[in-house]
């Protein structure tokens, strides 16, 4: 029985398709990424503020406030303001629940971290001073190991960060200098994406902008502080080549398709601890008139060209049927369906007739067809 996949190549038979081709591709293969390389960004506007991102593990969270009649609200602007969602309500309350719930760190791995960007929309200095009234009574919060307390969007001076507890952390900028003492208490860096480039997420950013974003990443990996990009694209390739980019922390709207990702990701995903040789071929007798003493069909399973370039790509480039200077695709649609199954397709390779999905060396109308060994017989060749 001869089994096939929808699409087949052939290495010796159908000799259509002569090339040569020249690749320069980097297959460098990201870091492991893990859902703690996340930022729920503006996470107050999800319908489960804190907990959607918390239970999914993320490792960043952000919550803006504005300061307005002595208290911290949780709102991007003024207008969106609303009694019941407080800093305390939404951010500080279900955060000392849960420290309290794993005996004093964040999560119950008390190696993972959480970052609590604060993004201050009101004046930096009247802002802190009131966040500091408001942290006085959490201390299982300004004290836990495992969480930092960032400042970012407006900031004090940069002279006065020395001069709050040691709990508060800040928001670092690329275009700042900073002293020694100052950069301890910087806790990450963020910067706009679209400062360095407009790219949409789809495939990848063009060459002088890859290098902008690349530099800006190693600037902030010499300083050996984490960096995550605001205004970056939020889908799937984008989060993949943001990945390439090794920067540390994923910015997102999304957080379930995000974790879903990231999650699946080691079973999506292949690297190949090393590249497999691959026969040079000489190509002595290619193309010759000469007659042609055995072919030899191998018919392999799930051949179509997505895992044929999937091959190619975990084996960095190099495959064995690619070094072939003559290469022909067949396409095998079923007489009864435009896509094949295994039984259709092997039998239209077997015979040299289309027949019906789930029928095996018979025609469409399940007469019995002759199948390549039985002519090459009567030609008195062995198969």
């Known amino acids: ?39 729920a960004h503006n996470d107050y506007e999800h319908p489960i ?14 919550a803006d406030v504005i300061l307005i009649n002595n208290q911290l609200y949780v709102a991007h602007d003024t207008a969106d303001i609303k009694p019941d ?38 004046t930096a200095e009247t802002s802190l001073k009131k966040l500091l009234e408001i942290l006085e009574p959490y201390k299982e919060i300004t004290n836990c190991g495992s969480l930092k307390l960032v400042i970012t969007g407006n900031q004090p001076a940069i002279s006065s960060f020395t001069s709050y507890p040691s709990y508060i952390y800040f928001d670092g900028n ?22 360095y480039t407009k790219w949409n997420g789809k495939g990848i950013p063009v060459e002088a902008d890859r290098k902008k974003i690349e530099k800006a990443v190693a600037a902030v990996h010499a300083l050996n502080k984490p960096i995550r990009f605001w205004a970056s694209p939020d889908i ?10 090794n920067v540390d922390y994923l910015n997102t709207d999304k957080i379930p398709e995000l974790s879903s990702f990231l999650r699946k990701l080691p079973t999506n995903s292949f690297v190949s601890k090393k590249q497999q040789p691959v026969y040079t071929p000489t190509f002595k007798n290619d193309q010759k008139n000469d007659p042609v003493k055995n ?5 392999g399973d799930g051949m179509g060209l997505a895992h044929i370039y999937a ?5 960095r480039g190099q495959l064995n049927i690619l070094n072939m200077r003559s290469i022909g695709m067949s396409k095998t649609d079923a007489a009864d369906s435009y896509i094949t199954d295994s039984g259709g397709g092997g039998t239209a390779m077997a015979t040299g007739h289309k027949t ?10 399940e007469n019995n067809l002759e199948q390549l060994p039985a002519v090459f017989k009567k030609l008195k060749k062995s198969t």
């Open 1 to 39: 029985m001869i089994y096939c996949a929808k699409h087949t190549w052939f290495k010796l038979l159908a000799m259509v398709v002569c090339f040569t081709t020249t690749i320069s591709i980097a297959f460098a293969q990201p870091r492991q990424y893990y859902i703690g390389n996340t930022h």
């Open 49 to 62: 503020p804190f907990y959607t991102a918390y239970y999914e593990g993320f490792g960043s969270i952000e």
């Open 85 to 122: 969602r407080t800093l305390q309500s939404l951010y500080l309350d279900p955060l000392k629940k849960m420290i309290l719930n794993n005996n004093g760190s964040v999560y119950k791995d008390p190696s993972k971290q959480l970052l609590l960007l604060i993004d201050l929309k009101s």
């Open 174 to 195: 690329l275009k700042n200098n900073y002293t020694a003492k100052q950069q301890e208490r910087i806790g990450l860096y963020s910067d706009n994406f679209r400062i």
């Open 236 to 245: 799937p390739n984008a989060w993949y080549q943001l990945m390439h980019f």
């Open 295 to 299: 072919i030899i069909l191998l018919i």
């Open 311 to 315: 091959a190619y790509t975990a084996n």
């Open 356 to 365: 019906n999905n789930r029928f095996i060396g018979v025609g469409p109308a």
